[in-house]
């Protein structure tokens, strides 16, 4: 029911920022949270940060607190997270999820298809 689209991943040198965008579509109105995770080679998904769909309540790993910050765009149906003070451990592939309440219920997360970022010299 919801579609998200990843982009802004490249290349970018330690200490330097990178701003990633999530676009959502379909059943914009039955979103609940939406977050940022990332996934390494070999390694599992990673949570980073998470809102609600008002932008009242965020949550942050403790890996990222203090150099990413995630924010919403009601208008545009995006989430965004703006990543600053990169070290070559945040390259990854990075995701955007949504999660869904409808009819009273909770439904699974939807996923994007992720966007590569890469910190290097």
């Known amino acids: 029911q919801v579609q998200l689209v990843e982009s802004g991943g490249g290349l970018v040198q330690p200490g330097g920022s990178l701003r990633l965008s999530c676009v959502a579509s379909?059943?914009?109105?039955?979103?609940?949270?939406m977050a940022w995770y990332r996934q390494a080679p070999g390694n599992q998904r990673e949570f980073l940060a998470s809102t609600t769909n008002s932008g009242s309540r965020t949550r942050y790993a403790d890996s990222v607190k203090g150099r990413f910050t995630i924010s919403r765009d009601s208008a545009k149906n995006t989430v965004d997270l703006q990543m600053t003070s990169l070290k070559p451990e945040d390259t990854a592939v990075y995701y955007c999820?949504?999660?869904?309440?409808?009819?009273?219920?909770?439904?699974?997360?939807?996923w994007g298809q992720g966007t590569q970022v890469t910190v290097s010299s």
């Open positions: 999820n949504a999660v869904t309440y409808y009819n009273g219920e909770y439904l699974p997360p939807f």
């Open positions: 379909g059943s914009i109105s039955s979103i609940y949270t």
